[in-house]
């Protein structure tokens, strides 16, 4: 453990020197910025007005796996205090995924009634979390031709979906309303179509 | 407390359908990039707009409770070693004084006993009508009413503290009406009691406690006994004080303002009696009152509007946001 520290120590002292601290003057902060803030200074405040940035999405995320509000109330909070305690051991590239990781995997171990262990995610984890899939990255010439070629190859109403959401630009509702189909529905189609196109995409290549 | 967030604007105009189909689409395509996005609006959608405000609003303030606790705790501590201070000195004091022993008690009294600062006090308290005040004191803690009982007895150290908040109180009411609490309030927490050091504080705010106690009893105005518990609350809050530079609470418009609002915007309902209530609270992030506490109930209707007041009206700049202020709603006429 002292080894592990005394490891760690350089990183941080450089942070010090890197980082010059006056809110005041730099308000214009990235988030990740501020948090470095706040994991030096261990000003609670500055955390809790980060994190209030992302509450909608936390306890969005917590009301899918809870469905019971005043339960995804509880888990948003549990959420804060395991982020307060959390000593990161590298620094946070991306915030949100961050959060996002902590918050599902909170969610997860919560529901199977496992003991969380860990909040130390690598950036692997969190860029595995946060992938985006190819349809939905700008446009580039190679991969548009692929995901034509792909998109042919999928079944009916995922093809109908997954064209009418990306080429026609057509919203959930209006494509539910023209395929006749529910708007979950809508919404899992182009999500399986998405999964089936980048299957699709990987053999190809 | 309104929460409020880019992000949450976003999904509520989202969920209400204010956006037109082009802009929805937008939003869905964000949210097809943004898994975390994706899976929240997967477990809000089956809430309604105004249910997710309201479970954020709470979560706000839990927030706020969470972030600020390491705080209230220090304030805690240090009012318990306070008082355990102020009551061991208490005893020893009352002991000492029965004991009737000048030259244990001299001593112990020496290095707060200042007979120039603590006698004009005397005298400005005899064309006051805190004398009252001043005399259930006495009698609590055995002091001739005459200025002279100083000198002809070496007072135990408590009854010298006891004088400093009196004089403070007399100083401050003798240019005020009693139907001006607001101002009161206004100058006492002008008056710096920073530079004090926290012990003497500590005893300040039992002699302050004691004083408060014996005001009720006698039913003195409650503008008195409002500017005593400001004090006790700078008291107990007297380490964190010595810290900031200047930690008082005032609303928005200033003194004079608060005070016109609270009289023009009073809604009396026939039954109510004459009175006043004294409310007390801290304040949100803007600087709007929360956790209103009635202190001084008149009657139900009455605590209601005087809440009612208060919640509703200007903000507050309040750099200490844990602060409790006070206020008294007079409700004459």
């Known amino acids: 453990m002292r080894i592990l520290q005394e490891f760690h120590k350089p990183p941080i002292n450089k942070l010090v020197n890197t980082t010059i601290i006056d809110l005041a003057n730099a308000p214009e902060l990235s988030d990740e910025e501020l948090y470095r803030t706040y994991v030096l200074e261990k000003d609670k405040e500055i955390f809790a007005n980060l994190f209030r940035k992302y509450m909608a999405l936390v306890f969005g995320v917590c009301m899918k796996y809870e469905r019971e509000k005043h339960a995804a109330q509880d888990s948003t909070m549990e959420i804060f205090e395991r982020l307060l305690q959390h000593q990161p051991e590298r620094p946070i590239h991306n915030l949100k995924a961050f959060i996002y990781v902590v918050s599902k995997n909170h969610c997860l171990m919560k529901k199977r009634g496992e003991k969380i262990i860990t909040l130390d995610f690598s950036d692997a984890d969190m860029e595995n979390a946060m992938e985006v899939h190819p349809i939905d990255m700008g446009e580039q010439e190679v991969q548009e031709e692929l995901l034509k070629k792909c998109l042919k190859k999928l079944k009916d109403l995922q093809k109908d979906c997954v064209h009418h959401f990306y080429i026609n630009k057509k919203s959930y509702q209006e494509i539910s309303r023209e395929l006749k189909v529910t708007l979950n529905a809508v919404k899992s189609h182009i999500q399986n179509g998405k999964r089936n196109l980048k299957i699709c995409i990987e053999n190809e290549q | ?333």
């Open chain 2, 1 to 333: 407390m309104k929460h409020e967030s880019d992000i949450l604007k976003r999904i509520k105009s989202y969920f209400m359908r204010r956006k037109s189909a082009t802009e929805a689409h937008r939003f869905e395509r964000e949210m097809e990039r943004d898994p975390f996005l994706y899976e929240a609006m997967e477990g809000l959608e089956d809430l309604l707009t105004s249910d997710i405000q309201q479970a954020l609003d709470e979560l706000d303030d839990r927030l706020d409770e969470r972030s600020q606790r390491r705080g209230m705790v220090f304030t805690w501590q240090a009012a318990a070693i306070g008082l355990v201070i102020v009551a061991g000195t208490t005893v020893f004091a009352i002991l000492g004084g029965q004991s009737n022993d000048p030259d244990t008690t001299g001593t112990q009294g020496d290095y707060k006993y200042d007979p120039r600062t603590t006698q004009p006090s005397y005298e400005a308290m005899d064309d006051e009508p805190a004398y009252v005040v001043s005399d259930s004191v006495e009698d609590e803690d055995e002091i001739e009413p005459s200025s002279t009982s100083e000198v002809e007895q070496a007072p135990p150290p408590v009854e010298m503290v006891a004088f400093e908040p009196v004089k403070e109180s007399t100083t401050l009411g003798g240019d005020l009406t009693a139907n001006d609490p607001l101002q009161n309030e206004m100058r006492s927490s002008e008056s710096d009691e920073e530079d004090v050091e926290a012990g003497t504080l500590a005893h300040t705010s039992k002699a302050v406690e004691s004083i408060a106690v014996s005001e009720d009893e006698v039913s003195m105005a409650p503008s008195k006994s409002l500017q005593v518990q400001e004090l006790k609350s700078k008291a107990s809050s007297a380490r964190q004080k010595s810290e900031s530079a200047d930690p008082t609470s005032a609303p928005e418009g200033g003194m004079d303002a608060y005070r016109a609002y609270l009289k023009n915007n009073l809604q009396r309902t026939t039954g109510m009696p004459l009175g006043e209530v004294v409310l007390s609270f801290e304040f949100d992030r803007n600087g709007t009152p929360k956790s209103v506490k009635v202190e001084n109930s008149l009657c139900t209707a009455c605590d209601a509007e005087a809440i009612r007041l208060i919640e509703q009206g200007p903000k507050w700049n309040a750099p200490d946001r844990k602060e409790r202020v006070f206020i008294t709603v007079s409700f004459d006429r």
